[in-house]
């Protein structure tokens, strides 16, 4: 049974109980006035985290009143597409309290800051040794349906969504990073930020890497709207590239990418 189907049996209430909660919040100047604040990074398959940092501190989880609020640009505006409920745990432990299987939760732990969020969502841990109090995220795309499911962490029909796109069928998270790399500078600068918290290049490799996304994000732009596999070929001819450009030790923290 998949996640969203288990999620409705075991509360058929909870996405009316979410979307109630949060209607108000589609206008970012109300959720601005209720102490949200944006944090870190707009990511591609994400959109923006806006934290209410009371609401985390809460030791109950209430499916009205997410601590997490994920706002992407879309039509000129910031829209809201999805909700993130967050609670602090010692170790690695799902939080009860939400009618979610446990797989759904994922954990950050660390500071919150650029590096901390692209390295944990493109799925590294970013720990701090010794260990200490982490984060339980879990993601609900309740204004923005995801063709990987309601509790998926990311969104790949975000990239999509921004440009004023349909999602094409059998579209792969691959075409949609090639779509996202195509999006403004945005998606430039985020693949550009990914490849430097994950692969750690030398000055000089940063450069080249700089710009390779330059030059493939144009060659993305050429393709739009295209189909779902030429996209996908135009994300896959990029990490040939960076591979080719960087030493085997940075290469090899960056297959997480593949």
Known sequence: MSLLLLLLV???DFIVVARTGTAAYRDVEVA???GYRP???DFPGMGRHWVHPALILRDTLDPAAPPILEYAEIAGRPTLVGVAYAKLVRDGTPPLGLPVPSAAWHFHQGTVEEESFLRSHAGVGHLIPGG???IAVLHAWIWLENPDGLLATDNWALPYARLGYR???GASHEAARAVALAAGDGGRHYVEAL??????PNPVE???LSLLVER???AARALLPGDAKTLAHCWTELLEDVRAAVRPEVWERLQVLH
Do not use: D, M, N
């Open 10 to 12: 075991q509360s058929p």
């Open 32 to 34: 601005r006035a209720a």
């Open 39 to 41: 944090v870190g990074p």
């Open 132 to 134: 200490g109090p982490r």
């Open 167 to 169: 999602v094409p069928p």
């Open 195 to 200: 490849l430097r918290a994950l692969g750690r």
């Open 206 to 208: 940063e450069q080249a």
């Open 216 to 218: 493939h994000q144009g």
